[in-house]
């Protein structure tokens, strides 16, 4: 399975941008596929995934109502609305082919098995 990230720029404030994901080599019934991002001297950290199963998808507290996560075993989009300044980071993309989305699956990036490369997203005025 590979991965491959794309979309990022520099945005301001209130502004928009969407990521894509293409994925290739991918296909299986069961699997999630997460979207994640890593700030300066930070860790990283999950911001949404969806289910393969009924495309369910989660978001951590911090961008719900903003970002709205689709699209298939193909491409996936990361649509973020209203960004903020802490939004800033390189922003990756991954597949966990053994869960489905869910809260406590995104918590832990050791559950993801293929990464892309990573998208820069710098959120500034």
């Known amino acids: 399975v590979q991965l491959q990230a794309s979309g990022g720029g520099l945005v301001q404030p209130g502004g928009s941008l969407r990521l894509s994901c293409s994925i290739s080599g991918l296909f299986l019934d069961y699997y999630a596929v997460g979207w994640f991002r890593q700030a300066p001297g930070k860790e990283r950290e999950g911001v949404s995934c969806?289910?393969?199963?009924?495309?369910s998808t989660y978001y951590v507290a911090s961008v719900k109502g903003r970002f709205t996560m689709s699209g298939d075993n193909v491409e996936v989009y990361l649509q973020m609305n209203n960004l903020k300044p802490e939004d800033t980071a390189v922003y990756y993309c991954a597949t966990d082919i053994e869960r489905i989305c869910s809260a406590k699956q995104l918590g832990s990036v050791y559950n993801y098995d293929y990464w892309g490369q990573g998208t820069e997203v710098t959120v500034s005025s």
């Open positions: 969806m289910s393969s199963t009924d495309g």
